[in-house]
């Protein structure tokens, strides 16, 4: 039972455009989320997280959106660079240490 | 500062051979994760501690896994015997449990493990 969804693999947008990732979920009990970042090789960084009782906040380039009643967060980048290009993670945790990840979707940002 | 230090960064070894890796969290963190991923099951959790003791191992694939934390800057995740399937890259994260809010993990660059 796959409870946090990625269903996009893979996107590709151009410099300095915007980059919308997003990210649903099934159990409402999650009170917190989190987007990573992964490049080949290393581990994934963490980089922007939001509380179940928010629904956005807002990191530089970085913001991320969540819709409770949709069960859905989305992570905007704008505007996007060449080295944001990597694999992104949304996971989400219910009361205590456990996260749970998506499938992960590769973002290529084009020169 | 020193992020999460895992050891070694690859294994190779043959079926039936006992693997050992090794994970040392960031200094003052009181939480530890293991995870491991492979490209059927994605990321997932295996074992967690908080000041050393495990708290939720429910991730642990059978009894040929096995993870301890001897001490605070110090921690072993065993495949005893090793088998193919086993073959993922494993992570290591530590986490602070100190301060107000929630506090995010921070990973190592992870165990590539092949069994062959």
């Known amino acids: 039972d796959q409870q946090v969804k990625q269903n996009s693999p893979s996107l590709s947008v151009q410099e300095g455009r915007i980059s919308i990732l997003n990210c649903d979920y099934t159990?409402?009990?999650?009170?917190?989320f989190l987007w990573y970042k992964k490049y080949p090789a290393e581990g994934p960084t963490f980089l922007i997280s939001?509380?179940?009782?928010?629904d956005k906040n807002e990191d530089g380039r970085f913001t991320v959106f969540l819709n409770k009643s949709a069960k859905h967060l989305s992570l905007h980048i704008v505007p996007s660079q060449p080295g944001d290009s990597a694999v992104y993670f949304c996971?989400?945790?219910?009361?205590?240490?456990?996260?749970?990840f998506g499938e992960g979707t590769q973002l290529t940002v084009n020169p | 500062d020193a992020g999460v230090i895992q050891s070694p960064r690859h294994e190779v070894t043959e079926m039936g051979q006992e693997v050992t890796l090794r994970c040392k969290p960031i200094?003052?963190?009181?939480?530890l994760f293991w995870y491991r991923q492979t490209m059927m099951r994605g990321l997932e959790l295996l074992i967690y501690f908080n000041n050393n003791v495990p708290i939720d191992d429910s991730g642990m694939p059978e009894d040929r896994f096995s993870a301890k934390m001897p001490n605070a800057s110090f921690s072993t995740l065993k495949i005893q015997p090793s088998e193919p399937r086993d073959s993922a890259v494993y992570f290591c994260?530590?986490?602070?449990?100190?301060?107000?809010?929630?506090?995010?993990?921070?990973f190592g660059d992870g165990t590539r493990l092949s069994i062959l």
């Open positions: 159990n409402s009990m999650f009170d917190y």
């Open positions: 994260a530590s986490r602070s449990g100190q301060g107000v809010g929630n506090q995010p993990q921070h």
């Open positions: 939001i509380s179940s009782i928010k």
């Open positions: 996971a989400a945790r219910t009361s205590g240490s456990r996260l749970t």
């Open positions: 200094s003052g963190h009181d939480y």
